[in-house]
């Protein structure tokens, strides 16, 4: 094997990845062929996120008989609704959830806040929310996989305020400015970049200063996509057969659906930008990945666990 990643983010609960959008059914379910497609691109773990209590069970229950997939369990900041009325019944069946999985759940996330969507919750309820899984990081020892939209200033004063809280945790889908980048950086906080990340020129430039003792690499399939209007789309050069889903086919990838083999794109526009090579920046991506959310397996691993993995050690 040339290269082994860790999308830290995909949404592989998403219905798209059952040929099902808007509620309608599209084409037939090609979540093994999308599954398939990841271990040929070299995916070895894949970290699929939920955003809320029946999104955490359906994820658990997605990737407890794979050994390839583990899971996050949590509340996104627009969901953070199913912490009205008692917080502690709601953070008690959470924490079913949690410890039905043991080490199958990795991270308490998706949780953050997101002042760009309050139509679908408050900024107030946002923080009770985002406030009350500090404590679900703090009864598991689990680190965080954060959401920050368009909140720089109240999200970093709630993580400073409790950052001795939890482990650790990624900042994931960034699109924030370099002074808001530093700011995490000084939390002890980690970087995932994916298609959204890099769109712009500035947003290039953003992902091209993180450290590469920080930085994180994800899709958020079905999610953003590196499209042609993108800035860092000249950069990619993987491609796969893909169709429309109207003229689907069984073994095509579909045209406007991320998956997680393209986590391979997301790693050639970075190491483009950069300059540095591809191998170098999934080394550092896949070991900081490792030593966050897999600690123990990294600790039996030695140094570099992506060496280990690369040569077949595992």
């Not at 954060?146 to 909140?151: I, K, M, T």
């Not at 712009?200 to 920080?214: G, H, Q």
Request: charged content about 25%; overall charge negative; aromatic content about 8%.
């Amino acid at each position: 094997m040339s290269r082994a990643f860790i999308d830290i983010g995909a949404n592989l609960t998403d219905g798209m990845f059952r040929g099902v959008y808007n509620g309608t059914e599209r084409h037939l379910d090609d979540m093994e062929s999308v599954l398939s497609r990841a271990m040929e691109a070299g995916v070895m773990k894949i970290m699929v996120t939920a955003g809320t209590l029946d999104q955490s069970r359906e994820a658990l229950d997605f990737v407890k008989d794979n050994s390839m997939l583990v899971s996050t369990v949590g509340v996104h900041p627009t969901r953070a609704n199913e912490f009205k009325g008692d917080v502690n019944a709601h953070l008690d069946l959470l924490s079913g959830v949690i410890r039905e999985g043991g080490d199958k759940v990795v991270a308490i996330g998706e949780c953050g806040l997101d002042y760009d969507r309050t139509h679908f919750c408050s900024i107030e309820q946002q923080k009770i929310g985002y406030e009350a899984q500090f404590i679900l990081a703090e009864r598991f020892k689990l680190p965080l996989f954060l959401h920050n939209r368009n909140a720089a200033g109240d999200f970093v004063k709630m993580t400073s305020e409790n950052r001795g809280r939890f482990t650790s945790g990624v900042v994931h889908s960034f699109t924030g400015s370099m002074e808001e980048m530093n700011e995490l950086l000084d939390l002890g906080l980690f970087i995932g970049i994916n298609g959204c990340s890099l769109k712009t020129e500035e947003n290039i430039k953003v992902a091209s200063a993180v450290p590469l003792d920080r930085i994180m690499l994800e899709t958020d399939s079905p999610y953003c996509e590196i499209r042609p209007s993108h800035a860092g789309f000249s950069h990619v050069q993987s491609k796969w057969p893909a169709k429309d889903k109207k003229k689907f086919e069984l073994g095509a990838c579909v045209k406007g659906r991320c998956e997680p083999c393209h986590i391979r794109c997301v790693t050639e526009v970075v190491a483009a930008a950069r300059g540095i090579s591809e191998d170098q920046l999934c080394e550092a991506a896949f070991n900081n990945t490792m030593k966050v959310y897999f600690p123990t397996e990294s600790l039996e691993m030695g140094d570099c666990p992506y060496h280990t993995y690369i040569s077949g050690g595992v």
